[in-house]
Structures are given as C-alpha cells and as structure tokens.
C-alpha cells in the first residue's frame, strides 16, 4: 500500500527544496496518516527515522517535516529530539484499531455506497465555500487526472481532486470525515477491479465528470455541485459492480 502513497506524492513532487505546494502538503500528510491507519502501530511504537520516511513517501523533506508537524499538533504522534518520533497514547491507538477493523469488515459495494452518502454533500459545501487558492487546487488535480499516463497515476490524481473538494469546504470537520472515510477506502481489497488498458481512454467518463462537479463549484452553484459529485460516483459504482 505504501507503494501507491510513493507514487501518488512523486507525481506532485515538484518544488524541490522550496515550500511545498498545497497538494504536496496534503498528500504527504494523508500518506502518513494512512502509513499509522494501515500498519498497526501501538502507541509508544517509534516511526522510521525522517530518511527512510522520505525516501519511502517519496517526498521532498520539507514536505515530510510539515506533515510530521500537522499530525503532532493533531496528537497523533510526539518527537523527542535525539530519540526519534513515536506514536501517541490511547487516542491514536483507537484510532488506528478502528481504522484497521472497518478495513478488514468493509466491503468494496460498502464503501461507495458510503461515498455516495457523503461526498456530494461535500462538494455542496465546496461550492459554497471554496477560496480562489482551493479551486485553483481542484482544477489542478483535475487537469493532472486527465493527464495521467497510467492507471496508478490515474488513482493518485483523482485521490487528490477528491481531496482538494473537501479541503475547499473549509470545515475541517468535513475534511477529517473524508480523510477517515479515504484511510479505510484504500485499506478496502479492490479485487474486482480489473483494467483493460494501460491507462484511462481520452473519453473516459470520469474526466467530463470531473469537469462538471469543477464547474458546478466554481459557479457557486451548490445543488449542481451535489448533483454532479453524485452522478459522478454512481458512474463509478455502475462500472464497477453494475449498479447505480
């Protein structure tokens, strides 16, 4: 699983020693969360030193420190200078526990059925909500989607694009929901998805979806927001298991 994070944090890569952009930033940050989600660390259990972390993600230093600095802020984890960085106490243990039950109990049909139930409520609220900053980042992840050369580089921008809908809501509530939702998504065993090319179609159904719920958000058109994140997803569940 971590081979997809590395993946997905290389294709926005692109800054270097310079700060990080707003979806490198998120991307590292979610890869971590979903390195502590998936493999069943203890609280008091100490992480890879920052090198083997970097070169793991596949991400620039700057990036990493950020992230590591989000998720101690959110008591996820504590650094002690010359000893290393641990997972925290009973809170993140719970969490982790959690996290790594629902991956094992949830069904693929199961989890879009839960995307269906709260993704085009986030974007509504995108539409409402999103910043010039946040919309730039949509269409970016959208843009990165469509130009995707492979299925794997597919995923990791359409993960981002997801992402950046629910980072441009500005509830961060919101934006923790997605994220849980998103740690246990790629937990879930994918085995029925099977592809038939080396990479999307240029009339894949899901870039002019993407396009849609961009433009919905963007004209502050909440309802058509919520109605094209919804036919969005249910395109998806129709091809993946042949409903609606």
Known sequence: ???????????????????????????????????LAGQAYRPGDRLP?????KDRLGVTRTALRKALDALEREGLIWRH????????????????????????????????????ALEPAI???????????????IESSRDAARAAQSWDDYEA??????????EATGNTLLLALF??????????????????????????TSFAEHDAI???IAARNATAAHTAMSAHLGSVSARLFGDG
């Open 1 to 35: 699983m971590i081979q997809s994070y590395a993946d997905m944090n290389q294709l926005v890569n692109q800054y270097g020693g310079r700060p990080p952009s707003t979806i490198e930033a998120s991307a590292t940050l979610d890869a971590l969360r979903g390195m």
């Open 49 to 53: 030193p920052e090198r083997e972390l």
């Open 81 to 116: 200078v010359g000893k290393g960085t641990f997972v925290s106490g009973p809170i993140t243990g719970s969490q982790l526990n959690s996290l790594s039950d629902l991956s094992r109990t949830v069904s693929p049909l199961h989890m879009m059925r839960t995307r269906l």
């Open 123 to 137: 974007a509504r609220e995108a539409a409402i909500n999103a910043s010039p900053a946040g919309l730039a980042s």
């Open 157 to 166: 921008n359409d993960d981002i694009f997801h992402r950046a809908i629910a």
């Open 179 to 204: 994220d849980q939702l998103n740690q246990v998504r790629r937990a879930v065993a994918w085995d029925t998805v099977v592809r038939s090319s080396d990479c999307p179609a240029p009339d894949h």
């Open 214 to 216: 961009t433009a919905a």
